[in-house]
C-alpha cells in the first residue's frame, strides 16, 4: 500500500502537475525529489518514493507529463513503450522538466538539504538539477541517456552516476566518456547490469546492482547533510 499520495502542485510556468508527495519517517534528514522514468509515476516510482521517505526524506516525485498527458502511467513493452518514448523524446521538453523538479526543490529547501535521485528519463534530469539547479545538496543519475552528450555542463553539487555495462542504449563506450571526462563534483559507477537494472518490474533488475547503488546513494546523501 502507498505511504504517500499525489497532490496538485503550481509550477514556475503557473501551470499545475501532480506530484506525488511523501512524508518522511522517523527523524527528517532533508527532502528529496524523485525523478521518474519515461513511463510516468508508476506503481515502482511510487515505492522508490516510499522506501527514501523511510529512510527519512521527505519526498516529492513530480508526474513531469502531465501537461502532454495527464495521469500518465505506462508498461514497459509495446503501445506503452511507444508513447513513452515519445513523450520524452519528442513532445516533452526537456528544460520544462529541469524547471518543474526546481520547482520542487525550491519547495523543500527551507526545511534542510534538498538532494534528487533518478532513474532513465530522470537519471540526465538528476545530471541537470546538479549542472543547472540552485539549491540541490547533491544528486544521484540512473543510467541517464543524455549525459554523454552534455559534458560541457560542470555540477554545482556533488552528483554520483550509475551505468549498467550491457546498456543497448548507452554503449559502455559512451558512459566511459562520461568517467573520463574527470568533471569536478562527478563519481561515476559501473555495474554487471543492463538498463532499468534498478527496477524490480523490468528484465533487466538485478538486485545487486540495485542494492549497491542505492547505498551509494544514501551514503552520498548522508556525506551531504542528509
Known amino acids: 500500500m502507498a505511504k504517500g499520495r499525489m497532490e496538485p502542485m503550481t509550477m514556475a510556468d503557473g501551470g499545475k502537475i501532480g506530484v506525488y508527495r511523501v512524508a518522511p519517517e522517523g527523524a527528517r534528514r532533508g527532502g528529496l525529489v524523485v525523478v521518474q522514468e519515461i513511463f510516468g509515476i508508476t506503481e515502482h516510482i511510487r515505492e522508490v518514493a516510499d522506501s527514501y521517505a523511510a529512510e527519512g526524506y521527505e519526498v516529492l516525485a513530480p508526474a513531469l507529463f502531465d501537461r502532454e498527458a495527464p495521469g500518465f502511467e505506462a508498461g514497459y513493452t509495446g503501445t506503452d513503450l511507444q508513447r513513452a518514448v515519445a513523450l520524452s523524446r519528442e513532445i516533452h521538453p526537456i528544460a520544462q522538466s529541469v524547471s518543474d523538479v526546481a520547482t520542487c526543490v525550491a519547495a523543500l529547501k527551507d526545511e534542510g538539504p534538498v538532494f534528487v535521485v533518478g532513474y532513465c528519463y530522470g537519471g540526465s534530469i538528476a545530471w541537470f538539477a546538479a549542472t543547472r539547479i540552485p539549491g540541490v545538496a547533491a544528486a544521484s543519475g540512473y543510467y541517464g541517456r543524455l549525459v554523454p552528450d552534455s559534458l560541457d555542463e560542470t555540477p554545482r553539487a556533488p552528483v554520483i552516476l550509475h ?25 561515476v559507477y559501473f555495474y554487471d547490469a543492463g538498463h532499468g537494472f534498478n527496477s524490480d518490474r523490468r528484465d533487466d533488475y538485478d538486485a545487486a546492482s540495485a542494492a549497491l547503488a542505492r547505498a551509494r546513494t544514501l551514503e552520498l546523501f548522508r556525506a551531504n547533510g542528509g
Open 163 to 187: 551505468f549498467g555495462k550491457h546498456d543497448p542504449g548507452i554503449p559502455l563506450a559512451e558512459a566511459q566518456k562520461v568517467a573520463d571526462a574527470g568533471k569536478p563534483n562527478t563519481t
